[in-house]
């Protein structure tokens, strides 16, 4: 599976958009790239993923550029329950299991 | 919307004793997943199911087994607990094995090892 680059932390204010930047520059044609969070004591929670195309649902929207080696994750209107770590993955062929790198802690600051 | 549960949210336990997690998933998926979350080292895989009674080791899978009698359940088993079996124990599920199929997970299970 391609390895992904992430920023240790941001912060966001609330209410703003919260866009949080993921490198995938060795990601392979049929690879996928997913985001999810983990809020603090709790399983991690699916939030959208992609192939090539820009992807929006009600928690967020995927921007991935055009030769796929990096993507953003763009949380709207960012709110304190928003506060989490942040990870950007990117899945295999036949991929069995999802590999976590450190993510993103993105702190929205009132 | 999917439901993953576990059947405990913390446990304590002594070293030595047989530890039993449990998790139940609500969407008829095919496969099941445990993993377990350390500080700096990420989301490890230790054993995962694609179908019933049938399982497959992951990446650390030395010191537990796991059991899947039934579709919606998929059992972690720490034969004898260690000290450093102390983790964050998560289970998920996914509806198949298509490379795209979304994985997700339960509210996790703290377990301390004594």
């Known amino acids: 599976d391609a390895k992904t680059t992430q920023p240790t932390s941001m912060d966001c204010a609330e209410g703003r958009a919260a866009n949080l930047p993921c490198n995938h520059s060795t990601i392979s044609g049929n690879e996928y790239v997913y985001w999810y969070r983990q809020i603090h004591s709790q399983g991690p929670q699916y939030i959208i993923h992609g192939l090539k195309n820009n992807e929006t649902n009600e928690m967020a929207s995927l921007i991935i550029t055009e030769d796929r080696k990096s993507s953003t994750l763009i949380l709207p209107h960012a709110t304190l329950r928003d506060t989490a770590v942040y990870y950007c993955?990117?899945?295999?062929?036949?991929?069995?299991?999802?590999?976590f790198g450190p993510g993103t802690r993105l702190s929205v600051l009132p | 919307d999917v439901k993953v549960t576990q059947s405990s949210r913390y446990l304590v336990k002594r070293t030595g004793e047989k530890v039993f997690l449990e998790c139940v998933q609500d969407?008829?998926?095919?496969?099941m997943f445990w993993y377990r979350q350390d500080p700096g080292l990420g989301l490890r895989l230790i054993y995962f199911?694609?179908?019933?009674?049938?399982?497959e080791k992951g990446d650390i899978p030395e010191g537990y087994s796991v059991s899947r009698e039934k579709k919606e359940r998929f059992s972690l088993i720490l034969e004898s607990a260690s000290t450093n079996q102390t983790s964050m124990y998560l289970c998920a599920s996914s509806l198949s094995w298509d490379r795209e199929e979304t994985q997700y997970f339960g509210p996790g299970t703290r377990l301390l090892v004594l």
């Open positions: 969407m008829d998926h095919e496969n």
């Open positions: 993955i990117v899945r295999g062929l036949y991929g069995q299991n999802f590999v």
């Open positions: 199911s694609y179908d019933v009674k049938m399982k």
